[in-house]
């Protein structure tokens, strides 16, 4: 796939392309439903099939301090959108003047003279332009004066519940990553680099790799069912999210640091510095804490037998 970070490296317009833009977090079932129309739309007309997206998100640039955490930073939504068969990514840098911008100077210099887009598909709730002051009919109602086709899609719609990154997001912070899941088309990924931890876990008898926390979005704290990818392989886990209350600190009433643990079962190799990807698949229970460390060490095992009983 090829990305084009910036409108200023698009040397020259896409061939015939047929457009979507958003910003595609999480990049859902909903969002997935476009690009295989937008496939299908560009083959018609032999173009290219092209996703426009921003970065960084603009909610960070118009609201810093208040953006919610990411469900896909940059690098695993390229990866995700890579994955989907797009061939053709054409990243705009978002900023506090490109925020300025007006929807009819946006379709004129960027989409129209810039990109040569033919079509145009997006969702049903579709915002562009300074204040979001652009919705789909008025990208209709311009596109109409450059011959440019517009077709917008109803929402997807999954028991009951409408397809959309927000509500996404909201399952996975109550721990519903069943339900999430369902709605993405797949387990919700965190893909991390490998890094020393406080080595508890190998005195335990359950050794973790320890990842190095970003600002996207975890789960829910507490024991989650996972598989990992590592090197091209597919390993089974039990990962951990949170505190770990029992091994607080009890002097000055502290907690200990936010973490993800996974401990990888039947696997004995030193993975430090390696990136891995954990796919939830299923919360198991809360974080606890217990009064002692063999009380832990018992149910750690409680929950790696219930895994394999129940999820591997």
Known sequence: MEIILGIDRLKEPFIRPVVTLGNFDGVHLGHQRIFERLKDEAKKIRGEAVVITFE????????????PPLLTPFRKKMLLIEGTGIEKVLCIEFSLVFAEISPSEFIRDILVSKVNTKKIIVGYNYQFGKGKSGDVE?????????????????????????????KIRELIKEGEIEG??????REYPIIGKVIEGSKRGHGLGFPTANLEMTDELYPKTGVYA??????????????NIGFNPTFASTERGERAGFSLEVHLLDF???????EIQVNFKKRIRDEIRFDSASHLIDQIQKDIEWAKENVF
Request: proline content about 4%; charged content about 20%.
């Open 56 to 67: 960084p998100h603009p909610l960070k640039v118009l609201y810093p301090g208040h953006c």
């Open 138 to 166: 008025t990208l209709k109602n311009i596109c109409k004066l450059f011959n440019v086709g517009v077709e917008v899609m109803d929402a997807l719609t999954i028991d009951h519940t409408v397809v959309s990154s927000s």
């Open 180 to 185: 999430a899941s369902r709605l993405l088309g």
């Open 226 to 239: 996972v598989d990992v990818i590592w090197r091209n392989q597919r390993l089974n886990g039990v990962a």
């Open 268 to 274: 004995d190799q030193e993975i430090y510095g390696d």
